[in-house]
């Protein structure tokens, strides 16, 4: 199934701010990240630090995806 | 009120839209481009948001804060380049009693700070780099 990866800033820069993936069914926003962190070294670097979101709602790292949904891959934050 | 802009922040437009003849206080808060970080000079600074998810996040404090503080709220980020001295955020806060007016202000925006997706790139005399969080940084991809 096919979903749509957000990056931003840094992450951006490297990798473009919009990206489709074709991922197993079932897949969760871990496995993404994984396969992701593979192919670009500054989203490895970031792993941990960052939050995950799901359709603009922040969610879980486990959380099983659908076919269309938006992931992003939210680094921490410095609005203000 | 509750936006995302490029245009320079009307701060009168945002204190407006929270007077109601119940408010006895109004808090009105402006974050500014500030000209140093970290000991380093600052020229400029660029904010970029994850926009739908940045305002669906700013409304839901916007009602979290009228629902624990009975306050009317205005809420409003710039994006873009920005140079010092520029209003980045303006938050204004109208409450019947001044106490729930402070304490409802320094909430959003230090909530906005850590659950609302937007990100500033700092421009100084060593280059540019993304700020992550309070201190962390990310330098540009090469």
Known sequence: ????VRLFGAYAQEMGDRLQVEVAPSSTPRDLFTLLAGRFTRLAQLGSHCRVAINWEF????????????VAFIPPVSGG | MIALTREPIDVEAVRRAVEAP??????LFLGEVRNHAWGR??????YEAYEPM????????????????????AFVHRLGRLEIGEVAVAIAVGTPHRAEAF??????????KQEVPIWKREFTEEGAYWVEGEGGQADDAP
């Open chain 1, 1 to 4: 199934m096919q979903v749509t």
């Open chain 1, 59 to 70: 969610a879980e790292w486990d959380t099983p995806l659908q076919e269309g949904d938006e």
């Open chain 2, 22 to 27: 119940e408010h006895g206080g109004i808090v």
């Open chain 2, 41 to 46: 000079a600052v020229h400029a600074l660029e």
């Open chain 2, 54 to 73: 940045a305002l669906c996040q700013m409304e839901r404090l916007a009602q979290e804060a009228r629902e624990r503080w009975n306050a009317k709220v």
């Open chain 2, 103 to 112: 304490e409802c202000a320094r909430w959003l925006i230090e909530t906005l």
